[in-house]
């Protein structure tokens, strides 16, 4: 059976030792968060880039790239600034202490977060604040305002990314009622899906959506990424454990379970339906199960992997139907049915599949007290707050935006393309 401290609380690194102290610097775990760090990074650069860089038109393939690129560079800055202070540090229920670690004051290279030197916790995460607002890129993929992106990237990462974070890994109210998010199915995938179908409905579609086919440019491109992805997601899930040991090695092993079930899910029902199934419906289900198994990871078991896979083929499949073909909401590239609705699914389904009384689907177990119904119960409280929260916030960062330097460009701009538009270059020279 695990603790609270197993699941949430060791994770976030709250207990800040030198070495000096009672915890020893262990060079095992050093040595695999060193490289799950750079995989996570690799997920966002080049994966994301790349992967969502096939899937807009190729007068726009470009910016996306910028896009993701210059959003890594302006959280990395933020981060070492603000965000890691609020996330990890002390403070109250809600957000951490906005001087404690502000500047990485008082993080040397004799500071231990657990058994780890802090820097590289704080490096760890790090990569999950750039790779998060990066991932609404594809809310509003082809029409917003570079000047714009950058702005609400940097506003959203503090005030929705980070507070959430601390709710979730820092000791905030969440991690205090024990809920089960192991790799960021609240703090990654909700909030991100969340923000990235608000801003779609605060700009609008692109013109021509949903008449005018506006098929991915590259799928070349999009497939590469999405390798890419796969691998990196190692890092994601099975560096969350934070050490080298079986709870990590079983990450890993669900994490791919997951994601391969979900793409030949995917697949499969585009074979069924349409008679033909596309690349991008297999790289769209690996997403799917990868985000979803993501909140999951840390406490399931091969079996129940297997299942959250094949559910988030299925249910990502039509809920991505439901948004572009039903509601005619242009989430340009998917974020919110597929990740926002695996992030949703994942961390329900982690409340189920956690128990160890389901034979061959049995997970690590609940903390003590805890049933399937009451954690089922955390579970839902988790994802309803964080939901909520992310799209008043999110809103409200849109029209303060819109006011300092608006939001969406031209009809012309938008037709031209934000390549030419907003960096005077193009993609492609032919």
Known sequence: MKTLKHWGLAAAGLMLTTAAAADELNGANTGWILTSTALVLFMTLPGLALFYGGLVRSKNVLSVLMQCFTIACVASVLWFVVGYSIAFTEGNAFMG???????????????????????????????????????????????????????????????????????????????????????????????????????????????????????????TMTMTGAGMLWVGWFGFNAGSALAANGDAAMAMLVTHLSAAAGAFTWLTIEWIRFGKPSALGAVTGMVAGLGTITPASGFVGPAGA???????????????????????????????????????????????????????????????????????????????????????????????VQLICGLRVSPEEETEGLDIVGHNESGYDI
Not at 341 to 365: E, H, K, N, P, R
């Open 97 to 219: 202490s906005l001087s404690a670690r502000a500047f990485l004051v008082g993080v040397g290279e004799d500071t231990l977060s657990g058994d780890i030197p802090e820097t590289l916790f704080v490096m760890f995460q790090m990569t999950f604040a750039i790779i998060t607002p990066a991932l609404i890129v594809g809310g509003f993929a082809e029409r917003m305002r570079f000047s714009a992106v950058v702005l609400f990237s940097a506003l959203w990462l503090l005030v929705v990314y980070a507070p959430v974070t601390h709710w979730v890994w820092g000791g905030g109210w969440l991690a205090e009622m024990g809920l089960l998010d192991f790799a960021g199915g609240t703090v990654v995938h909700v909030t991100a899906g969340v923000a990235a179908l608000v801003a779609a409905l605060v700009l609008g579609n692109r013109n021509g959506f949903p008449t005018t086919a506006m098929p991915p440019h590259n799928l």
């Open 306 to 400: 297997l299942v959250i896979g094949i559910s988030a083929g299925v249910i990502c499949f039509y809920a991505t139907m439901t948004i572009k073909q039903v509601l005619k909401i242009d989430d340009s590239l998917d974020v919110f049915p597929v990740h926002g609705v695996g992030g949703i699914l994942g961390t329900f389904m982690a409340g189920i599949f956690a128990s160890d009384q389901l034979g061959l689907f049995s997970g690590q177990g609940y903390a003590e007290g805890m049933t399937m119904s009451s954690q089922v119960g955390v579970q839902l409280i988790g994802i309803g707050a964080t939901f909520v929260y992310t799209a008043i916030v999110t809103f409200v960062l849109l029209k303060v």
